[in-house]
């Protein structure tokens, strides 16, 4: 529901960062009924519960925003509670005030809780922050991972100096990111994120809406800090209304504020909007605004306009509502694909079926790109069938190729601005350019393909690597090597482009230079055995043996039962004449796979004397 229920640590509020930001709001909400409303002892005690439970969960997840969100609210009640409240009546046993059960007792403790874990201080080198003990003590992780401030404003320059006015349009962050991301991301675990937002919500408008839409959110701030000052300049008499009123405001500039420090969930924002307009109301009916009544029943100049305003608004209502239930059918026909897709056995025509109906409802790019997945897996299975008519087969086969192109074509065309939607078409292109299919034109559309996915991704070092595969597979090996190195300049530590390498030297007979990348491809993957038995196997196919034991042994230190691993060490042994060694490992190895004859054949080859 809102998209909120995303993964296990799912709530009705979001993720587990929007509870913290709920939890930091409840608390201040609890300290200031407190503060305000006197309150029988049972009914404070329960909302002294319900302030220390939220303090407390606020400190076990560790969101640094929603602690400074809470501290400037703490330091927002400790100022009204000591200069508005200041003539609160407390019903104190013996009739003596002391610290405690001052209103502004739990503000100051708020507030040194939130300045404590927003300051976030190293307890010791070995036990870490403190944020990192309590997570490790209760066992709760979680990662807030986001552009930075700079990084957001850095890319909404870039945008504004192309589309200043109107920016580059609703929820196109994430395709701004990827074409005005910073280089040095690259060399982070994020290279490859399209981050949807930026550092807040509004820091990231200011590329999504330009100089127009910035305007208005800074409009909108404006008066809303307006009409605060205003309802603090003037609070009503009565207690209730005054508590009414103080905490619909606290909870309207919490959450707007919290818009501008971090992303919101769906829930969130519509709880921002609601008391926003809460607020406004009591505001109104304290006259602190001024307000115009239309009355539909009055023959008034203006009811032609209201009535007009009002049709409109139905009627726009209605279409979004259309719209809604149109995405909600098709996100539906979506989903049960999905799982026919992961039921055993081959269901191309159900899952077809499927999508096509939510096509029907709703002609997105991720349809579409699922259908030309659908039929190209198609197309692989004919093609690769040793069973039923030859003709056959191949007309499922060419059937199927031609509805996975159309299909991309349609992805591209929904959603052009999308280069995994060029990358996806690309790759199609991409495998009919080798033998056996080697499909004329193909090569050709497939590097137009990739140029266009660079061109909205121009610094992803996977996408000169889709390049590089592309040239292999037209035997272009200088072509490839030179997009392999592209791909390592923009990230020098890309394990995938030096095993791309790798294969590229071996399948070039050119054994010194694979050597050489697969080399560099162990230091970035150390605890990798697969990496290390490659790199064994290319020093032993060179005839250094004694390197190749090195690497050999690194692999079967980390994989102890890797069998490969263990035959070639084995011939490694052989070739350095220490039989001895050679036979252990091939007699274990032929106690795990008795009928095997390879090691039958290597292992009596091992025990037969030297001819004189």
């Not at 049972?42 to 303090?55: D, I, P, Q």
């Not at 036990?127 to 986001?146: T, W, Y």
Request: glycine fraction near 6%; hydrophobic fraction near 50%; charged fraction near 20%.
């Amino acid at each position: 529901m809102l998209g909120n229920f995303v993964g296990n640590m799912a709530n009705p509020l979001g993720s587990w960062t929007d509870m913290a930001v709920a939890f930091g709001l409840l608390a201040s909400f609890s300290a200031l009924a407190i503060g305000m409303i006197p309150m029988r002892p049972a009914v404070k005690a329960a909302v002294y519960g319900v302030f220390v439970l939220s303090t407390a969960l606020l400190v076990v997840i560790g969101f640094s925003t929603a602690f400074g969100l809470t501290l400037a609210a703490a330091i927002f009640l400790f100022v009204y509670l000591s200069r508005v409240e200041k003539d609160f009546l407390f019903h104190i046993k013996g009739g003596k005030e002391n610290f405690f059960s001052r209103p502004t007792f739990l503000p100051i403790v708020l507030a040194v809780v939130a300045l404590l874990m927003f300051v976030n201080p190293t307890l010791s080198e070995t036990r870490g922050k403190l944020n990192n003990v309590i997570s490790e003590k209760f066992e709760v992780s979680n990662s807030d991972v986001r552009p930075t401030l700079s990084a957001t404003l850095g890319i909404s320059k870039a945008v504004l100096s192309n589309s200043g006015l109107l920016g580059s349009g609703p929820n196109t962050f994430g395709q701004d990111w990827m074409i005005f991301k910073p280089l040095d991301i690259n060399a982070t675990p994020f290279w490859g994120v399209a981050f949807p937002f930026g550092v807040g919500f509004i820091p990231t408008q200011i590329a999504s809406t330009g100089i127009l839409g910035s305007a208005l959110w800074l409009a909108f701030f404006a008066l809303l800090l307006t009409l605060a000052l205003r309802t603090l300049n003037k609070v009503p008499e009565s207690r209730a209304v005054r508590f009414v009123t103080i905490s619909t405001l606290l909870v309207s500039l919490f959450l707007w504020v919290s818009v501008i420090f971090y992303v919101p969930s769906s829930a969130l924002f519509c709880l921002a909007f609601l008391f926003t307009g809460l607020l406004l109301s009591l505001t109104r009916d304290h006259g602190l605004v001024s307000s115009y009544v239309v009355s539909l029943k009055e023959n008034t100049p203006a009811r032609p306009v209201a009535l007009v305003f009002m049709l409109l608004a139905l009627l726009a209502m209605g279409y979004f509502g259309f719209l809604g239930g149109k995405r909600t059918l098709a996100s539906y026909h979506f989903e049960k694909a999905v799982k026919i897709s992961n039921a055993e056995g081959d269901h191309y025509k159900e899952i077809g079926d499927e999508l096509m109906k939510a096509l029907r409802f709703n002609s997105t790019d991720i349809y579409f790109d699922s259908l030309s997945r659908l039929n190209f897996s198609k197309a692989q299975a004919a093609a690769n069938s040793k069973e039923g008519d030859p003709e056959a087969n191949k007309a499922i086969f060419e059937e199927g190729l031609r509805s996975s192109i159309q299909a991309a074509r349609s992805a591209v065309a929904a959603n052009p601005a999308s280069y995994a939607n060029w990358i996806a078409l690309g790759n199609i292109y991409s495998s009919l350019v080798p033998e056996p299919l080697k499909v004329e034109g193909a090569y050709e559309n497939a590097k137009s393909a990739y140029g266009e996915a660079m061109r909205r991704n121009p610094n992803n070092p996977e996408l000169p690597l889709f390049l590089a595969r592309l040239e292999i597979g037209k035997g272009n090996a200088e072509e490839a090597r030179s997009y392999i190195r592209s791909s390592i300049a923009l990230k020098e530590d890309y394990a995938d482009a030096y095993m791309l390498l790798a294969q590229l030297e071996i399948q070039e007979k050119n054994i010194p230079a694979a050597i050489a990348s697969t080399e560099v491809l162990a230091k970035m993957a150390p605890e990798n055995a697969g990496v290390h038995f490659e790199l064994g196997v290319l020093k032993y196919s060179n005839n250094d043996f004694e390197a190749a034991l090195v690497s050999l042994k690194e692999a079967l230190r980390i994989s102890p039962d890797y069998a490969n691993a263990k035959y070639y060490l084995a011939l490694s042994y052989t070739q350095l004449g220490m039989k001895e060694e050679a036979r252990v490992e091939l007699e274990a190895l032929l106690t795990a796979n008795p009928d095997n004859k390879e090691l039958k054949s290597a292992l009596e080859a091992l025990n037969k004397p030297k001819s004189r």
